[in-house]
């Protein structure tokens, strides 16, 4: 998992194979620490090799995103990067009815998706 937010308000995250459960920890709390600064910003995460959250993996970032609801609502603006038609259609279908309390769009290849998250940052 590698995170890049050299482009401020930008950040991308690339995600390769299964992340360990550091790599997860150290995700959560770069996205606790943007949120500190009170600054919105979006992220973009590409999905290009990776595998799937372990379930235990899952329960930590579904918690997260409960517990920083307020905050992200206002704050955090994401783009997701999923390349199987498949995957992208099911993610699609989870987030009507779950949605996310914060503007999220999934997307076929990244250029497309940095393009929307600047254009959601103004």
């Given amino acids: 998992m590698e995170i890049d937010e ?3 308000p930008l ?3 690339q995600w390769a194979g299964i992340p360990s459960d ?3 920890t ?3 709390n770069s996205i606790d620490a943007w949120l500190d600064r009170g600054e919105r910003f979006g992220l973009l995460v590409d999905t290009l090799g990776s595998g799937v959250l372990t379930p235990e993996q899952r329960v930590r970032t579904i918690g997260h995103m409960k517990a920083n609801a307020n905050r992200t609502s206002g704050l955090l603006v994401q ?3 999923i390349h199987s038609r498949i995957q992208r259609t ?4 989870i987030n009507l009815v ?3 309390p914060f503007p999220s769009k999934v997307f076929a290849e990244a250029g497309a998706a940095r393009a929307w998250l ?3 940052l103004g």
């Fill in 6 to 8: 050299s482009t401020w």
């Fill in 11 to 13: 950040v991308t995250m």
């Fill in 22 to 24: 550091a790599d997860l």
């Fill in 26 to 28: 150290r995700f959560l």
């Fill in 79 to 81: 783009a997701i990067v």
């Fill in 90 to 93: 099911l993610f699609y279908g």
């Fill in 98 to 100: 779950y949605p996310n």
């Fill in 118 to 120: 600047l254009a959601q």
